[in-house]
T-cell receptor
């Protein structure tokens, strides 16, 4: 299994508070992704990173920001959490080169915004 | 328009029988990849199998095979000899662009498979 951890695994917070989720990998993979999973929507991409300090927006990026200061860490921040951001958040990683673009997922973080 | 369609919200299969989970996709890119993931009730996303758009043969991984029909734009997952542990949500996903292009995955809404003893 790919070495991917996410922290925290569960979090309950209140509307308007900032929240940061962390994804840590031990695979030295270049690409990292943040997805959210909601009932009836499958997984949707929030942001992704293609290297240290290189990030780009995904399909549902509004209300989220990311940072990647080291290869192994990719942070997702909700500047001011809203109830619509209650979801399960997955981090994923993938390598480079032909045949290595399969994305492997972390265990997920369940976030509840009250 | 949905790019990945999984038309079966839920399915039942008898233990030890084979089952096919449907997936159709829509893309105008000649280069793409198709993936299947399993999500058990514990919540993790487990990669099962991959098929590239230029692959000549259907992909197989143990009891999993991918029935790839390019002209029909379908990429059905076949699970042979179902086991109780196969009960889970199954997601089909597509990456547009050539292999190694690191495009993001577009997911279907999933099929919940229940294996009956």
């Amino acid at each position: 299994d790919a070495g991917i951890t996410q922290s925290p695994r569960h979090k309950v917070t209140e509307t308007g508070t900032p929240v940061t989720l962390r994804c840590h990998q031990t695979e030295n993979h270049r690409y990292m992704y943040w997805y959210r999973q909601d009932p009836g929507h499958g997984l949707r991409l929030i942001h992704y990173s293609y290297g240290v300090k290189d990030t780009d927006k995904g399909e549902v990026s509004d209300g989220y920001s990311v940072s990647r200061s080291k290869t192994e860490d990719f942070l997702l921040t909700l500047e001011s959490a809203t109830s619509s951001q209650t979801s399960v958040y997955f981090c994923a990683i993938s390598g480079t080169g032909f045949g290595t673009d399969t994305q492997y997922f972390g265990p997920g973080t369940r976030l509840t915004v009250l | 328009a949905q790019k990945i369609t999984q038309t079966q919200p839920g399915m039942f299969v008898q233990e030890k029988e084979a089952v096919t989970l449907d997936c159709t996709y829509d893309t105008s890119d000649p280069s793409y990849g198709l993936f299947w993931y399993k999500q058990p009730s514990s919540g993790e996303m487990i990669f099962l199998i991959y098929q590239g758009s230029y692959d000549q043969q259907n992909a197989t991984e143990g009891r999993y095979s991918l029935n790839f029909q390019k002209a029909r734009k379908s990429a059905n997952l076949v699970i042979s000899a179902s086991q109780l542990g196969d009960s889970a949500m199954y997601f089909c996903a597509m990456r547009e662009g050539r292999a190694g292009s690191q495009g993001n995955l577009i997911f279907g809404k999933g099929t919940k498979l229940s294996v009956k003893p």
